[in-house]
């Protein structure tokens, strides 16, 4: 397992790494039920289970029924913002995966997609 391939929870959310495939969370006996069957459910389209978090979040389509998802979930992405004034030093912004959505496009390619979390009380009160 790499340094980015993780998965841990504290007493409100689950934290993924950005480089765990979904396989990794499909197959873990950590990972809740309820996150595999909404996986299964509504977010397995166009997905391979060899891609990672950070692949998964990048493909994701503003409007779609993926992101509708993963904001009823509470999903916050953790990214690293390289700082405008100083080259090579990088400062981290955690936000939604609407936000996210919107600002990947304009960053093309100087962020890095480092965590993922879930609300805990988010997944208890989503509907299958």
């Not at 503003?62 to 004034?85: D, N, T, W, Y």
């Amino acid at each position: 397992m790499k340094d980015d391939q993780y998965f841990y929870q504290d007493l409100n959310r689950y934290y993924f790494g950005a480089g765990t495939t979904l396989k990794q969370l499909m197959e873990s006996d950590l990972v809740p039920i309820k996150l595999q069957v909404i996986y299964n459910r509504y977010l397995q389209e166009d997905t391979s289970l060899e891609m990672s978090m950070a692949d998964f979040l990048s493909g994701l389509q503003a409007g779609s029924i993926k992101e509708r998802v993963l904001f009823a979930l509470k999903m916050r992405v953790h990214v690293m913002l390289p700082q405008e004034k100083q080259r090579g030093l990088f400062r981290e912004k955690i936000m939604t995966v609407k936000e996210w959505n919107r600002l990947k496009a304009d960053l093309a390619g100087e962020w890095v997609l480092r965590e993922i979390e879930l609300s805990k009380r988010a997944l208890l009160f989503f509907e299958v």
